[in-house]
């Protein structure tokens, strides 16, 4: 069961497809204000479970607690090619009752970087400019978690920047964001914790720098390179000093960290 | 209600963006155009039109019941064309393009979705066959100077028979493609027909089997039942050698189905609709 302030709870959440278990029993808790990204290889479930918390996918068994409105941008979506980006916005606010009006609408467009385009028609707009359009219409109704499959997919690398800041944004205001994403540096870069979902479990889960775990200590020393796998950074002065007290030359000491995507290639099974 | 009104506004708004209307418009008056010149060169090559021949037939009655009912035959069949295409792709086709599942997590319900089609699809629908019936009839009173027996039973008749296929056609798309929708409900509409066609042969030829397998398919499919009865209706007052002639006439099989068939519609568009919802409600998107 979710816990008082939590924008997300989902408890025992399983899901069958004929045969294919997508989801087998996912836990997963997002708090008010936290961002949490969602990382997985392709068929792992992450869709799946994004839209069981929207309402779109019956779950098999297990719950879903939401703690408040929700917004979301489906990773396949598409938007009425003859609605402008203003119209586009409107609908959804009178769908969600949103009392915000024009300048709600002006505020969003302007921050995903579309106030001048305000007027152009869905179809007429580049993919990416549909992808950022789709995180104001996500915004909509000052939802208390927003819900974003691979909203950075059609963007180019200053509209990921623009993302990435809205995110940071949005953490600010309290909002709770789901990023399901492939690219792990830009999880790694704004996201709190991060779950690894893997043949519809989740096989990790913590923040970047957990996930990021030491590596071992790596010493270069005139009898050559000494390894300390289990050692951390705060081993060093203290090997160090055993090695000097040893009578060794250190010439050098390596703190050998592994990166989010060395854990998740081992968590998934990729290496 | 008002989650609905939004998506029928805007399932309208989408029809006359993408000029819908304006088309439909085009070819009705193309339609009525047609219909009103050959509706004047019968009346104008007809001599007896007008008056009773020796045998007691009121060529005028035959003659303009005969041209309104081929109208209404037509008007059916282009308000069906209209209600298929504003839903063949309502729920199945838009949740496969990805248009659905944005304004579904908003949240609005499933019910209040397929009802906001219904209600956007089935009100122009309505709109459409009664005007075009009503055009019709004041068309044939130009020329023939013949007015039906009953104008607002059959017209409204009409406009609930179409607002049925729009249903089956809205139910339809929940669960096939916008392709093999648009066959079946097609298809429906083709054998509704093929029952009035049966109806009229069990007319001509006395046959009591045909008659109730015509009527057991008119019950099964009830648009048809209600172009029957619309039939049926404009033509309700006429006795006598006239009436013997409409009935051996194209539409002489058509039949009134009787006070039970407007609760029956009820409950019928009811069960559609709850069908519908509940195949809907078990769809993943």
């Known amino acids: 069961m979710g816990a008082v302030g939590d924008a997300l709870a989902v408890h025992e959440l399983r899901k069958r497809y004929g045969a294919n278990e997508a989801l087998k029993g996912v836990d997963l808790r997002i708090g008010e204000g936290e961002l949490v990204g969602l990382l997985g290889p392709n068929g792992a479930g992450k869709s799946t479970l994004v839209k069981i918390a929207c309402g779109l996918v019956r779950p098999t068994s297990g719950s879903v607690t939401l703690g408040g409105a929700i917004g ?22 009178k769908l969600a009752r949103s009392p915000g009006g024009a300048a709600e609408r002006r505020e969003l467009l302007e921050l995903v970087g579309l106030a001048e385009v305000a007027q152009r028609r869905v179809g007429a707009m580049s993919k990416g400019m549909q992808q950022r359009l789709g995180i104001a219409q996500a915004m909509i109704g000052d939802p208390k978690l927003l819900l974003l499959d691979e909203p950075t997919s059609a963007l180019d690398p200053a509209g990921r ?19 399901n994403s492939h690219l ?10 991060v779950a690894i979902i893997a043949r519809g479990e989740v096989v990790a889960a913590g923040s970047p720098d957990e996930l990021s775990r030491a590596g071992g200590v790596e010493i270069e020393t005139g009898r050559g390179t000494r390894t300390f796998s289990q050692a951390t950074r705060e081993d060093v002065p203290r090997l160090v000093r055993e090695l000097v007290d040893a009578g060794e030359d250190v010439y050098e000491v390596r703190v050998i960290r592994s990166s989010l995507e060395d854990t998740y290639l081992e968590v998934v099974g990729g290496r | 209600m008002r989650g609905a009104l939004i998506i029928a506004s805007f399932a309208l708004q989408e029809s006359v963006r993408r000029r819908v209307f304006v088309v439909v418009a085009l070819l009705t008056i193309a339609f009525l155009a047609l219909y009103g010149l050959g509706t004047w060169q019968i009346a104008k090559s007809a001599d007896e039109i ?72 089935a009100s122009v629908c309505a709109a459409y066959v009664i005007a075009v019936f009503l055009a019709s009839a004041v068309i044939t009173d130009i020329f023939v100077d013949w007015w039906p027996d009953r104008i607002v039973g059959p017209a409204l008749e009409l406009g609930v028979a179409v607002a049925i296929i729009a249903a089956l056609a809205l139910a339809g ?12 409900v097609f298809m429906l509409f083709g054998a509704g027909l093929t029952a009035g066609l049966l109806g009229q042969i069990a007319e001509a030829l ?35 050698f006239t009436r013997f002639a409409i009935d051996l006439g194209p539409f002489g099989g058509a039949q009134a189905f009787g006070a039970g068939l407007w609760p029956y519609v009820v409950v019928y568009s009811a069960a559609v609709g709850a069908a519908a919802l509940w195949a809907f409600r078990r769809r993943d998107l």
């Open chain 1, 72 to 93: 979301y941008l489906a990773e396949l979506f598409r938007f009425p090619d003859w609605l402008s980006a203003d119209e586009l916005l409107q609908l959804h606010q």
């Open chain 1, 161 to 179: 920047r623009t993302v990435r800041e809205l995110l940071e944004n949005l953490r600010s205001r309290g909002v709770a964001v789901l990023l």
């Open chain 1, 184 to 193: 792990l540096s830009e999880v790694e870069l704004v996201c709190d914790r």
């Open chain 2, 50 to 121: 007008g008056d009773t021949n020796s045998n007691g037939i009121e060529g005028r009655v035959v003659a303009g019941a005969t041209l309104l009912g081929l109208s209404m035959f037509a008007t059916l069949f282009l308000g069906a064309i209209l209600a298929v295409f504003l839903t063949l792709g309502a729920v199945r086709g838009d949740a496969e393009r990805g248009l659905l599942q944005p304004l579904l997590v908003r949240p609005i319900s499933r019910g209040t979705f397929l009802a906001g089609r219904f209600i956007a699809a």
């Open chain 2, 173 to 184: 798309s929940v669960v096939l493609s916008s392709t093999a929708n648009g066959i079946a």
């Open chain 2, 206 to 240: 006395s046959s009591d089997t045909l008659a109730d397998v015509s009527k057991g398919a008119s019950w099964v499919l009830p648009f048809e039942a209600l172009y029957q009865s619309a039939l049926s209706h404009i033509t309700a007052d006429t006795i006598g």
